[in-house]
Protein backbone atom coordinates (compact mmCIF):
# COMPACT_ATOMS: atom_id res chain seq x y z
CA UNK A 1 0.00 0.00 0.00
CA UNK A 2 1.32 3.38 -1.30
CA UNK A 3 2.14 5.48 2.06
CA UNK A 4 1.44 9.95 2.24
CA UNK A 5 2.33 11.89 0.00
CA UNK A 6 3.06 15.19 0.09
CA UNK A 7 3.87 18.00 -3.10
CA UNK A 8 5.74 19.94 -3.53
CA UNK A 9 8.71 18.51 -1.49
CA UNK A 10 10.91 21.72 -1.73
CA UNK A 11 9.22 25.03 -2.08
CA UNK A 12 10.71 28.71 -2.02
CA UNK A 13 9.27 32.02 -1.48
CA UNK A 14 9.28 35.18 -0.60
CA UNK A 15 7.78 37.34 2.43
CA UNK A 16 4.03 38.55 1.27
CA UNK A 17 3.46 36.08 -0.90
CA UNK A 18 1.04 32.70 -0.34
CA UNK A 19 1.91 29.08 -0.76
CA UNK A 20 -0.35 25.63 -1.45
CA UNK A 21 0.85 22.59 0.11
CA UNK A 22 -1.16 19.55 -1.38
CA UNK A 23 -1.19 15.56 0.64
CA UNK A 24 -2.70 12.57 -0.41
CA UNK A 25 -3.03 9.51 2.48
CA UNK A 26 -3.13 6.63 2.55
CA UNK A 27 -5.63 4.63 0.29
CA UNK A 28 -8.81 4.05 2.60
CA UNK A 29 -7.54 6.86 5.53
CA UNK A 30 -10.26 9.25 5.78
CA UNK A 31 -8.39 11.56 8.39
CA UNK A 32 -5.28 14.16 7.39
CA UNK A 33 -3.39 16.29 9.89
CA UNK A 34 -0.75 18.82 9.42
CA UNK A 35 1.64 19.43 11.51
CA UNK A 36 4.75 22.42 11.59
CA UNK A 37 8.27 21.34 12.59
CA UNK A 38 10.81 23.81 13.12
CA UNK A 39 13.86 23.62 15.69
CA UNK A 40 13.17 26.17 17.73
CA UNK A 41 9.13 25.28 18.59
CA UNK A 42 9.14 21.45 17.30
CA UNK A 43 6.42 19.70 15.48
CA UNK A 44 3.23 21.51 16.46
CA UNK A 45 -0.06 20.90 15.55
CA UNK A 46 -2.13 22.80 13.00
CA UNK A 47 -5.42 21.46 12.09
CA UNK A 48 -7.42 17.94 11.73
CA UNK A 49 -9.54 17.30 8.51
CA UNK A 50 -12.01 14.17 8.36
CA UNK A 51 -14.84 13.91 5.79
CA UNK A 52 -14.03 17.17 4.74
CA UNK A 53 -14.46 18.77 7.82
CA UNK A 54 -12.15 20.70 9.93
CA UNK A 55 -12.20 18.60 13.61
CA UNK A 56 -9.49 20.41 15.56
CA UNK A 57 -7.33 23.12 15.15
CA UNK A 58 -4.19 24.42 16.72
CA UNK A 59 -2.47 27.59 17.70
CA UNK A 60 -1.87 29.15 14.63
CA UNK A 61 -3.16 32.23 12.79
CA UNK A 62 -6.18 32.58 10.44
CA UNK A 63 -3.06 33.25 7.83
CA UNK A 64 -3.00 29.26 7.93
CA UNK A 65 -6.49 27.61 6.64
CA UNK A 66 -6.80 24.25 5.10
CA UNK A 67 -9.53 21.98 3.28
CA UNK A 68 -9.99 18.17 2.05
CA UNK A 69 -11.74 16.83 -0.53
CA UNK A 70 -14.06 14.61 -1.51
CA UNK A 71 -11.56 11.80 -2.04
CA UNK A 72 -9.62 12.71 1.34
CA UNK A 73 -7.18 14.73 -0.49
CA UNK A 74 -5.67 17.85 1.44
CA UNK A 75 -4.36 21.02 0.89
CA UNK A 76 -3.01 23.95 3.03
CA UNK A 77 -3.12 27.06 2.76
CA UNK A 78 -0.48 29.99 3.85
CA UNK A 79 -1.12 33.64 3.09
CA UNK A 80 0.89 36.42 3.60
CA UNK A 81 4.16 34.47 4.36
CA UNK A 82 6.44 35.67 6.76
CA UNK A 83 9.76 34.58 7.34
CA UNK A 84 9.10 32.53 10.60
CA UNK A 85 6.43 30.58 8.16
CA UNK A 86 10.40 29.06 6.95
CA UNK A 87 9.71 24.99 8.17
CA UNK A 88 9.06 21.64 7.42
CA UNK A 89 5.41 20.96 6.67
CA UNK A 90 3.95 17.45 7.85
CA UNK A 91 1.06 15.84 7.01
CA UNK A 92 -0.46 12.86 8.62
CA UNK A 93 -3.17 10.12 7.81
CA UNK A 94 -5.02 7.80 9.99
CA UNK A 95 -7.98 5.39 9.08
CA UNK A 96 -10.20 6.97 12.01
CA UNK A 97 -9.98 10.85 13.30
CA UNK A 98 -9.61 11.64 16.36
CA UNK A 99 -6.63 9.80 17.51
CA UNK A 100 -8.22 6.47 17.50
CA UNK A 101 -5.98 4.99 15.27
CA UNK A 102 -2.31 5.66 14.45
CA UNK A 103 -1.07 8.55 12.64
CA UNK A 104 1.28 7.96 9.79
CA UNK A 105 3.30 11.00 8.14
CA UNK A 106 3.94 11.93 4.76
CA UNK A 107 7.46 12.92 3.83
CA UNK A 108 6.61 16.55 4.20
CA UNK A 109 7.15 19.72 2.17
CA UNK A 110 9.92 22.30 3.00
CA UNK A 111 9.10 25.63 2.90
CA UNK A 112 11.82 28.42 2.92
CA UNK A 113 10.60 31.91 3.16
CA UNK A 114 13.11 34.97 1.55
CA UNK B 1 -0.82 23.92 28.59
CA UNK B 2 -0.44 20.19 27.70
CA UNK B 3 2.94 19.63 28.09
CA UNK B 4 5.02 16.18 26.44
CA UNK B 5 8.53 16.53 28.17
CA UNK B 6 11.66 14.14 26.95
CA UNK B 7 14.88 13.41 28.84
CA UNK B 8 16.80 15.95 27.23
CA UNK B 9 19.72 13.87 25.72
CA UNK B 10 21.52 13.62 23.63
CA UNK B 11 22.19 10.20 24.75
CA UNK B 12 24.74 8.16 23.59
CA UNK B 13 25.28 3.70 24.10
CA UNK B 14 27.68 1.53 22.78
CA UNK B 15 26.04 -1.39 20.41
CA UNK B 16 24.45 -4.39 21.67
CA UNK B 17 23.55 -1.99 24.53
CA UNK B 18 20.22 -1.29 26.41
CA UNK B 19 18.71 2.19 25.29
CA UNK B 20 16.16 3.92 27.74
CA UNK B 21 14.37 7.06 26.44
CA UNK B 22 11.59 8.46 28.83
CA UNK B 23 8.75 10.69 28.57
CA UNK B 24 6.38 12.71 30.86
CA UNK B 25 3.34 14.07 29.70
CA UNK B 26 0.87 16.86 32.16
CA UNK B 27 -2.69 15.75 30.69
CA UNK B 28 -4.47 12.97 32.79
CA UNK B 29 -6.76 12.54 30.02
CA UNK B 30 -4.52 11.54 27.51
CA UNK B 31 -5.78 7.87 26.09
CA UNK B 32 -2.90 7.48 22.99
CA UNK B 33 0.81 7.21 23.58
CA UNK B 34 3.48 6.80 20.16
CA UNK B 35 7.01 6.67 19.51
CA UNK B 36 8.03 8.08 16.48
CA UNK B 37 11.86 7.74 15.07
CA UNK B 38 12.93 11.18 13.25
CA UNK B 39 15.99 10.15 10.93
CA UNK B 40 18.07 13.99 9.84
CA UNK B 41 16.08 15.32 7.22
CA UNK B 42 13.47 12.72 7.25
CA UNK B 43 9.93 12.78 8.46
CA UNK B 44 8.76 11.21 11.65
CA UNK B 45 8.39 7.27 11.46
CA UNK B 46 5.58 5.70 13.53
CA UNK B 47 7.72 3.00 15.55
CA UNK B 48 5.17 1.85 18.26
CA UNK B 49 1.98 3.03 20.43
CA UNK B 50 0.23 2.08 23.01
CA UNK B 51 -2.93 2.35 24.57
CA UNK B 52 -3.44 1.02 28.04
CA UNK B 53 -1.22 0.21 31.10
CA UNK B 54 1.79 -2.23 30.95
CA UNK B 55 4.50 -3.36 28.29
CA UNK B 56 4.11 -4.03 24.74
CA UNK B 57 6.58 -5.15 22.84
CA UNK B 58 7.62 -5.51 19.14
CA UNK B 59 11.01 -7.12 17.95
CA UNK B 60 14.22 -4.77 19.70
CA UNK B 61 11.33 -2.27 20.97
CA UNK B 62 9.22 -2.27 24.06
CA UNK B 63 7.00 0.34 25.37
CA UNK B 64 5.52 0.98 28.87
CA UNK B 65 3.15 2.77 29.93
CA UNK B 66 2.06 3.76 33.36
CA UNK B 67 -0.53 6.09 33.47
CA UNK B 68 -0.87 6.74 37.59
CA UNK B 69 2.50 8.23 37.02
CA UNK B 70 1.71 9.86 33.53
CA UNK B 71 5.38 8.09 32.58
CA UNK B 72 5.64 6.24 29.13
CA UNK B 73 9.65 4.92 27.89
CA UNK B 74 10.75 2.90 24.79
CA UNK B 75 13.49 0.75 25.72
CA UNK B 76 16.06 -0.42 22.44
CA UNK B 77 17.44 -3.56 23.21
CA UNK B 78 20.87 -4.82 21.45
CA UNK B 79 21.17 -0.93 19.81
CA UNK B 80 22.16 -0.58 16.51
CA UNK B 81 24.11 2.25 14.98
CA UNK B 82 21.13 2.49 12.38
CA UNK B 83 18.95 3.12 15.34
CA UNK B 84 20.64 6.56 15.60
CA UNK B 85 17.91 9.05 15.71
CA UNK B 86 15.66 11.18 17.45
CA UNK B 87 12.98 9.77 19.01
CA UNK B 88 9.78 11.83 19.61
CA UNK B 89 6.92 11.20 22.18
CA UNK B 90 3.67 11.84 21.34
CA UNK B 91 0.18 11.86 23.26
CA UNK B 92 -3.01 12.20 22.67
CA UNK B 93 -5.16 13.36 25.16
CA UNK B 94 -9.12 13.17 26.06
CA UNK B 95 -10.53 16.43 25.16
CA UNK B 96 -8.55 17.28 21.55
CA UNK B 97 -8.71 13.95 19.89
CA UNK B 98 -6.80 13.46 16.98
CA UNK B 99 -4.11 16.33 17.71
CA UNK B 100 -1.26 14.60 18.78
CA UNK B 101 1.35 16.57 21.28
CA UNK B 102 4.88 15.94 20.54
CA UNK B 103 8.06 16.40 23.19
CA UNK B 104 11.21 17.79 21.69
CA UNK B 105 12.72 14.35 21.18
CA UNK B 106 15.74 12.76 22.15
CA UNK B 107 18.53 12.34 20.38
CA UNK B 108 19.95 8.70 20.32
CA UNK B 109 23.21 8.31 18.95
CA UNK B 110 24.69 4.14 19.27
CA UNK B 111 28.18 3.74 18.31
CA UNK B 112 30.17 0.69 17.42
Known amino acids: KAGVTQTPRYLIKTR ?24 GQGLQFLFEYFSE ?6 NFPGRFSGRQFSNSRSEMNVS ?9 YLC ?23 | QKEVEQNSGPLSVPEGAIASLNCTYSDRGSQSFFWYRQYSGKSPELIMSIYSNGDKEDGRFTAQLN ?27 GSTLGRLYFGRGTQLTVWP
Request: proline fraction near 4%.
Open chain 1, 53 to 58: TQRNKG
Open chain 1, 16 to 39: GQQVTLSCSPISGHRSVSWYQQTP
Open chain 1, 80 to 88: TLELGDSAL
Open chain 2, 67 to 93: KASQYVSLLIRDSQPSDSATYLCAVIE
Open chain 1, 92 to 114: ASSFLAGGLSEQFFGPGTRLTVL
